[in-house]
């Protein structure tokens, strides 16, 4: 375990969202239901890091779900379910609903801790530009 000083300087890095919401969108259960859960918990989960001293935290938000591998073998969408790039619309709505919530969520938490330095990433438009516009990155169609 860490010195208790070192703690307060430590940099807390959460990736959240894709695991959950696609274990939950297979089993067919409704975003409502999960997503605000989920985000609680998380908001949980920083508040007590804080409490312990945390003040550095560093979010990334999910990623467009549509696009991975795994979500396209699961449940093959159809050619009108599929976006430009080839991405499940319908996973991608959910990921960024989801993402608009944990925005929220990050935006109460700066308010509620307030020596916190809170940093939220987009990993989707970052990761969803690199796969919709692949050729312009060396990627042969």
């Not at 067919?28 to 989960?45: G, M, R, T």
């Not at 969408?77 to 319908?90: H, M, N, Y």
């Not at 919530?101 to 990050?106: K, P």
């Amino acid at each position: 375990m860490p010195r208790k000083e070192y703690f307060s300087r430590a940099l807390y890095t959460f990736d959240i969202g894709q695991n959950d919401i696609t274990a939950f969108a297979f089993a067919n259960i409704s975003s409502n239901d999960y997503i605000p859960n989920a985000l609680n918990e998380f908001s949980s989960v920083i508040k007590r890091i804080y409490e312990e001293g945390g003040r550095s935290f560093w979010i990334h938000n999910t990623g467009p779900l549509g696009c991975l591998a795994y979500v396209l073998l699961q449940k093959p969408p159809t050619e009108q379910q599929l976006d430009s790039a080839g991405c499940a619309i319908l996973y991608n709505e959910l990921a960024r609903q989801f993402n608009r919530m944990l925005d929220e969520t990050v935006i109460q938490l700066r308010k509620d801790l307030p020596l916190a330095a809170i940093t939220l990433v987009d990993i989707y438009s970052a990761k969803y530009k690199l796969i919709s516009e692949g050729t312009n990155y060396g990627e042969t169609p």
